[in-house]
């Protein structure tokens, strides 16, 4: 007896192949490919050899040399990316609560976010490193979150203190508390800025972590895989590393969307 299909089958298939001849996966694989024909493109008119600039045609080898090191490399700074990710996400709205509910505090504490914002972290990577001797993971950790979690805070305080009076006068004189009108009004309408900032913080998070891999001297992960290059002049290596953390970077971020599109895909207004 033939095989037929069931309807919940054929939607699953019928979905999967809708999305990729959809303009949403075509056209970032398009740029992609247009992007790595410009870079070959612009090497080979300029005649640059691979210690001055490497081309993709270049990459391939070096990552079949050191293969084992990109994937042992890349997991260590993915992880650790993603927990000072998770820590930037916690301590961002928990000030950004508080800053929102709060314009004593909104007032007492902007100044100082924004002033340690401004602080290239590059400058604090090296004390971190020296006042955390050894402690490598803890130090790339740290310095992810400490980048990463100022626009997080930002958009939730934004988001919650713009919220209309009249929503929280109406829900307070039918008896709500503060923790039901968070709930129920203050939160949905924060969520389209949070996930914006945490697409912004993502990228972020990464530049974190691997200011620290190249600068401490116990650094491991892509940063210090890049870092072996540099020493060696090998240029096919350290550009093999910039495309690895790109990849893990989109990786992260639609990571993100889909998480944005399951708890706020409401929001989500599609330009004609």
Request: glycine share 8%; net charge neutral.
């Amino acid at each position: 007896m033939a095989y037929v299909p069931d309807m919940k089958t054929r939607s699953t298939g019928g979905s999967v192949a809708k999305f990729l001849t959809s303009r949403a996966f075509l056209a970032p694989i398009i740029a992609m490919i247009v992007f790595v024909a410009l870079w070959e493109f612009l090497v080979w008119v300029n005649n640059w050899p691979d210690y001055v600039m490497a081309s993709p045609s270049d990459l391939p080898a070096a990552y079949a040399e050191y293969w084992g090191l990109f994937v042992k490399y890349g997991w260590q700074t993915l992880w650790r990316t993603v927990v000072g990710l998770v820590l930037a996400v916690i301590v961002g709205l928990f000030l950004g609560m508080i800053m929102g509910f709060s314009r004593l505090m909104r007032d007492a504490l902007y100044p100082l976010l924004v002033g340690f914002n401004a602080i290239p972290k590059a400058t604090v990577v090296p004390i971190v490193a020296l006042l955390f001797v050894g402690a490598h993971d803890f130090n790339t950790i740290l310095i992810a979150f400490m980048i990463s979690f100022f626009p997080i805070a930002v958009s939730v305080s934004i988001g919650l203190s713009t919220l209309e009076p009249e929503y929280r006068d109406i829900l307070r004189a039918l008896g709500a508390s503060q923790g039901t009108i968070f709930w129920k009004i203050a939160l949905p309408k924060t969520l389209p800025e949070f996930f914006g900032a945490l697409k912004v913080a993502v990228t972020l998070a990464f530049i974190g972590t691997n200011l620290m891999e190249i600068v401490s001297p116990h650094g491991r992960g892509l940063g210090a895989l890049f870092d072996s290059g540099k020493t060696n002049s090998d240029y096919p290596l350290m550009f093999a590393v910039l495309i690895a953390l790109a990849i893990l970077g989109i990786v992260l971020y639609y990571v993100v969307v889909a998480l944005e599109k399951i708890f706020a895909g409401w929001a989500d207004r599609q330009p004609g």
